[in-house]
């Protein structure tokens, strides 16, 4: 079964400092990958997906995320982040017709 | 263009009572799905339905139900609740077609809490 980890449940990052969000999966094929962004008491949006193709994909909000096949990742990534920022960030896998396989999530706090 | 409604908003709920959640798209996707968010675990999958009249289940059915009687509603039913039903419930949906896959859709949720 598929799986995804992110090793990190707390960030904090000063506004205007670079970002990155780790995530790894687990599937035996070739992934549907997903970062989706929320916000407190909001539901889910999608930043950027992966289905096939280049490997840096470029997502809304000036995020964009790395597929790296040999590691397993896909990494999110952030030039300079802003205090609109701060959220909860879910990586997703797609493991057939049965949903979404989420990561446990990373919360990104914003310094000032 | 609503996409997925959920409803109610926010229920709070007697152990041991009766409760649907309701979900309904717009878009007329053919898969839906629902899941519950539980802090420190984040989403997880509770059932699924690929075409109208055909459910299946994910990582956590257990105390749940669902029906897929058209295309639009997706209705998740909680038999007998239990506190540890207490979650935030997020109805998703995507146009699920030949197999090719394309990104959920989400509703805003429903934040049920079990006493």
């Known amino acids: 079964a598929q799986s995804v980890t992110q090793p990190d449940i707390h960030i904090t990052v000063s506004e205007g400092a670079s970002l990155e969000l780790r995530c790894n999966y687990s599937?035996?094929?070739?992934?549907?990958l997903f970062w989706y962004v929320q916000s407190p008491g909001q539901g889910l949006q999608l930043l950027l997906k992966?289905?096939?193709?280049?490997?840096l994909v470029q997502g809304i909000k000036g995020f964009e995320a790395e597929f790296k096949r040999s590691q397993s990742s896909f990494n999110l990534r952030k030039p300079s982040v802003h205090w609109s920022d701060a959220a909860e960030y879910f990586c997703?896998?797609?493991?057939?017709?049965?949903?979404?396989?989420f990561g446990k999530g990373t919360h990104l706090i914003i310094q000032p | 263009i609503a996409g997925i409604t959920q409803a109610p908003t926010s229920q709070i709920l007697a152990a041991g009572r009766r409760m649907t959640l309701r979900c309904t798209q717009d878009?007329?996707?053919?898969?839906m799905y629902w899941y519950r968010q539980d802090l420190g675990l984040g989403l997880r999958l509770i059932h699924y339905?690929?075409?109208?009249?055909?459910?299946g289940k994910g990582e956590v059915p257990d105390g749940y139900s669902v029906s897929r009687a058209n295309t639009d509603d997706f209705p998740l039913t909680l038999a007998s609740a239990v506190p540890s039903q207490t979650s935030v419930y997020f109805c998703?949906?995507?146009?699920?077609?030949?197999?090719?896959?394309?990104?959920?859709?989400f509703g805003p949720g429903t934040r049920l809490t079990v006493l």
């Open positions: 998703a949906s995507t146009p699920l077609l030949a197999g090719i896959y394309n990104e959920q859709f």
């Open positions: 599937y035996g094929a070739t992934p549907y």
């Open positions: 992966y289905f096939s193709g280049d490997t």
């Open positions: 997703a896998v797609v493991g057939g017709a049965d949903g979404l396989t």
């Open positions: 878009m007329r996707h053919n898969a």
């Open positions: 339905s690929n075409t109208a009249g055909t459910t």
